[in-house]
């Protein structure tokens, strides 16, 4: 009696709350997103069928995945078995929920009609627009605008320990300089044209400023190498952005910062780069030996590409030691990188390990750095990462698609014992999900991918940090950040299923809902109120208004020109050809690379490479046998998991 009690009076609690929060964040649709992510498992398995193997309290994420020696010997990544994506599946797949293919089709693979998408493509060049004008309006020559007061901002320089602004705001016009090859994306020639012409006659890196040199990279040097290729380019994909006596100003710009940026390679012992130089003097002589490892271990495209168009293998050279040095810290357990280094001792400061800040994007870097370059040590380091995530990081079934249980997450753990460290996972590895597109694991990342949009959708936004076991925000802002938008395109260009239409559709109109001000769009300060912070990162322009673009721009120069693109961790598009595969330094290093012991190294061609195949954002013709209605309905069952009702 007492326990039918308990279960009675939780039911009406759960129902309490909920009724709460409807009414007072309107959180409607949250109910039947909550009823059907699977995270309230304490609740569904006090009431689940008697018949069910009883289970371990708490979701699954929260265990181990198995003691570390085994889980080193598992094959990874899982794939599901031969033949599950069949309409035998099915029965299957439908026992309890008494829905059909037909069923999730409707609901998901709903027609986006042709007009709706230039709806929504001229939507995100509009917002792109409003954001560009404002910023060139009120705040350029200056760093970023300010959207709700109308104004420009630079370094703090009052409080030079505000690294959250001094990192990345150099005195340089960054927005400008960061959005170059957006203009071009769409199509805008004489905007284009303009603004390299400004970026060329009033951009100096000669500047007294402190910046991260990640930041620096990623952001500014990776933009100007892009523009560059752009402007020459003899086919001109996006149609003329050619510049009227351009005699390589942007490269020279590009090569200036590069060399202000190396003193953070020098007199560190390790190899692995200081985090921040002064533009001006080097390395600050106060400065922290700490680095965080996507910081130090990030900057491989950009300097391998700069070094490929100078012939001159310092900046590839340097770059690629970090990041050297950096895998050769590895746990030998695990396999996994922890999130902040000493770059003196090579001690781990930060033993986390995850897909999120401080790793991100270095795992990221791996593979695109063999996309462009080609070099198969890239591909193994990537392959091994690829691995030791999947052992230690992944919790959840075994296959995205099939099978019970809760579905994948990826946990941060500590880097040497595999053990959960805590229990929130960031708005940065959203991400993830485009990433495995390029790696070839779609399955996976059509999970992953329909776990953030499930967030999304229930706040209009991607909190910082979210709590999966507690199912709430652990930080509340929403600085316009890309990651999940990007992996949106990519799952598109790989499934060209029009959920991903829908989700695009759905993020934009809430950032027009929610973010949209005065003079341009702000970063959400609390992702339940929707109350605001006055400031515009500039990858809103360079990555999240783009990449909404393209996911709508079917007939883009990026998808139909014939040439294979890639993007940078800043959403830098650059040409994927046989000149970047030429290492010219390589005859007068002949042991370092690329020739070892006098045997030739593999070194794929751009066009044998798989990794583009199966990618998304290279121009790929669709195979068609791949979206077939089996297919994309197993697809189906996994998203429906997770979001509810479009
Ligand atoms: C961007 O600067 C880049 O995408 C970077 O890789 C991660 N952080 C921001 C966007 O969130």
């Not at 929707?530 to 996911?551: I, P």
């Not at 954002?617 to 189906?636: A, G, T």
Request: with cysteine.
């Amino acid at each position: 009696m007492q326990w039918r009690a308990l279960v009675l009076g939780l039911l009406l609690l759960r129902l309490g709350l909920h009724g709460a929060l409807w009414l007072v964040f309107g959180l409607g649709p949250s109910m039947g997103f909550y009823q059907r992510f699977p995270l309230g498992f304490g609740f569904q398995r006090l009431t689940g069928p008697a018949d069910r193997p009883a289970a371990p309290l708490g979701p699954s994420w929260l265990q181990p995945p198995g003691p570390g020696a085994e889980a080193a010997r598992r094959p990874a990544p899982r794939r599901p078995r031969p033949g599950v994506c069949g309409p035998a599946h099915w029965g299957y797949v439908l026992g309890g929920r008494g829905r059909g293919p037909d069923e999730y089709e409707r609901r998901y693979s709903g027609a986006f009609p042709p007009q709706l998408r230039a709806q929504m493509r001229d939507l995100a060049r509009g917002m792109f627009v409003f954001g560009y004008d404002n910023y060139m309006a009120h705040a350029f020559p200056q760093d970023e605008l300010n959207p709700i007061d109308c104004r420009g901002r630079g370094p703090d320089r009052g409080d030079p320990s505000n690294l959250n602004i001094n990192d990345v705001l150099g005195n340089y016009s960054l927005t400008l300089v960061d959005a170059l090859d957006t203009l071009a994306i769409m199509g805008n020639s004489s905007e284009f044209q303009k603004a390299v012409k400004l970026v060329i006659d009033t951009v100096s890196f000669d500047k007294d400023s402190t910046v991260q040199v990640f930041e620096a990279t990623i952001r500014v040097l990776g933009s100007l190498l892009s523009a560059h290729r752009i402007i020459t380019d003899s086919k001109q994909p996006f149609g003329d952005m050619t510049i009227k006596d351009y005699d390589n100003e942007l490269l020279h710009m590009a090569h200036d910062l590069a060399v202000r940026l190396l003193p953070a390679f020098e007199n560190t012992r390790t190899g692995i780069p200081y985090p921040r130089v002064n533009l001006k003097t080097g390395v600050p002589p106060d400065s922290n030996n700490e680095t965080c490892t996507a910081g130090a271990g990030s900057l491989l495209v950009e300097f391998g590409i700069l070094s490929r168009l100078l012939g001159d293998s310092t900046f590839e050279w340097v770059a690629r030691r970090a990041v050297k040095a950096l895998w050769s810290l590895r746990s030998n357990g695990t396999g996994l990188l922890g999130n902040v280094v000493n770059i003196q001792t090579g001690h781990w400061v930060g033993k986390q390990s995850g897909l999120g800040a401080g790793l991100d994007s270095f795992y990221e870097y791996l593979l695109k750095s063999y996309i462009l370059f080609g070099e198969k040590e890239d591909l193994d380091m990537f392959n091994a990462a690829y691995r030791s995530i999947q052992n230690y990081l992944r919790r959840g079934r075994e296959a995205c698609n099939e099978g019970e249980g809760d579905p994948p997450l990826y946990v941060n753990v500590d880097m040497f014992s595999g053990r959960l460290v805590n229990t929130w996972i960031d708005s940065l590895q959203a991400f993830f999900p485009g990433l495995q597109v390029l790696a070839g694991d779609v399955e996976d990342a059509i999970c992953l991918h329909a776990f953030y949009y499930a967030i999304w959708k229930r706040y209009g936004a991607l909190p910082e940090r979210y709590n999966w076991q507690l199912q709430a925000p652990d930080v509340l802002f929403y600085p316009l950040r890309p990651e999940l938008v990007e992996s949106t395109y990519l799952l598109y260009q790989a499934t060209k299923n029009p959920f991903y239409l829908h989700v695009g559709m759905d993020i934009l109109q809430s950032l027009e809902k929610y973010t949209k001000v005065k003079c341009g769009y702000a970063t959400l300060h609390h992702v339940i109120d929707k109350s605001k912070e006055d400031r515009m990162e500039s990858f809103f322009l360079s990555e999240t208004c783009k990449y909404l673009y393209l996911l709508f721009d079917e007939e883009n120069p990026v998808h139909k020109s014939g040439t294979r693109f890639m993007f940078t961790t800043e959403g830098h598009i650059v040409s994927v050809d046989e000149h970047l595969r030429e290492s010219p330094w390589k005859e007068l290093f002949p042991n370092e690379r690329g020739n070892e012991g006098g045997k030739s190294v593999h070194r794929p061609k751009s066009h044998d490479l798989k990794v583009i195949n199966s990618s998304s954002n290279c121009n790929r013709v669709p195979d068609e046998r791949r979206f077939s209605l089996p297919l994309k309905s197993v697809y189906m069952r996994q998203i429906d998991q997770m979001v509810g009702l479009i």
